[in-house]
């Protein structure tokens, strides 16, 4: 869901495992533990359950080609691509971070996709009649209209974040960078509390997990000014 340069290590622990390979096993064993009194029912809906993350997914390896390919325009090399069970990350070779015109556009073409395909699919749907393939325009109308706004929250390392940021060391030279993570809590806290409080369970914890993530590039990026 955002581009990342290759440099540094921005991985977060928990007793020795990945905390995105951590959460990803929990949810897993949690699916399999349900489905595990019907054998039939199970791999029906084992089948159904990855058919359906499989799907929602590909949006997200078309979001990080956007990134990808806006940053190959600027010449930058891209390393790869790595998915995750919250989202995905195009691992960039070089900080482009120092150049808020860089940084901007190469952010700016990931939600872009989602915007693309919103409208596209936005338009099959209603010309579509009732059917399958009502549903499935559904999904992607929504899926990629949510992936969109989810994304430009103002919370780095957010897709929404880094744009903020982008426009803020243009404006402010190097010290824009701690106006960003400031304005990323201030929004970030509020808008986990309410995403909890309504339910969103899922979104009030990726939010604080990505604002941890976006402390320690911020710091790695002090350390390499000093």
């Given at each position: 869901?955002?581009a990342f340069p290759?440099?540094g290590?921005y ?12 959460f990803?096993?929990k949810a ?5 533990s349900?489905?595990?009194s019907n054998?039939t029912e199970?791999?029906v809906?084992?089948?159904?359950f990855?058919a359906?993350?499989?799907y929602i997914?590909?949006?997200?390896i078309l979001?990080?080609f ?6 190959k325009s ?15 990350i ?8 120092s150049?808020p015109?860089h940084?901007f556009?190469i952010?700016f073409?990931?939600?872009?996709v989602?915007v693309v ?8 749907l209603m ?5 399958i393939?009502?549903?499935i325009?559904k999904i992607s ?24 940021r982008?426009f803020?060391?243009?404006k402010?030279?190097r010290?824009g960078?701690?106006?960003a993570m400031w304005?990323?809590?201030?929004v970030?806290i ?14 009030g914890?990726?939010?604080p997990m990505?604002l941890?993530q976006g402390f320690?590039?911020f710091?790695?990026?002090e350390?390499?000014?000093?």
């Amino acid at each position: 869901m955002k581009a990342f340069p290759a440099t540094g290590n921005y991985t977060e622990e928990f007793n020795g495992m990945d905390l995105r390979d951590y959460f990803a096993a929990k949810a897993l064993n949690g699916f399999l533990s349900k489905m595990a009194s019907n054998p039939t029912e199970m791999t029906v809906g084992f089948f159904l359950f990855f058919a359906m993350f499989a799907y929602i997914f590909s949006f997200v390896i078309l979001h990080e080609f956007g990134h990808a390919l806006a940053a190959k325009s600027f010449g930058y090399e891209v390393k790869k691509i790595g998915l995750y069970p919250f989202g995905g990350i195009a691992f960039v070779d070089g900080s482009f971070s120092s150049c808020p015109k860089h940084e901007f556009w190469i952010t700016f073409f990931g939600p872009f996709v989602n915007v693309v395909l919103s409208l596209i699919t936005g338009t099959l749907l209603m010309i579509s009649g009732e059917g399958i393939l009502h549903h499935i325009l559904k999904i992607s109308f929504y899926s990629n209209l949510v992936m969109f706004l989810f994304n430009l929250l103002p919370i780095y390392p957010m897709d929404g974040g880094r744009i903020m940021r982008s426009f803020l060391v243009h404006k402010f030279g190097r010290v824009g960078l701690k106006y960003a993570m400031w304005v990323s809590v201030l929004v970030c806290i509020p808008t986990s509390i309410f995403a909890v409080m309504n339910g969103y369970w899922m979104a009030g914890l990726i939010m604080p997990m990505m604002l941890i993530q976006g402390f320690a590039e911020f710091k790695s990026q002090e350390i390499e000014d000093d």
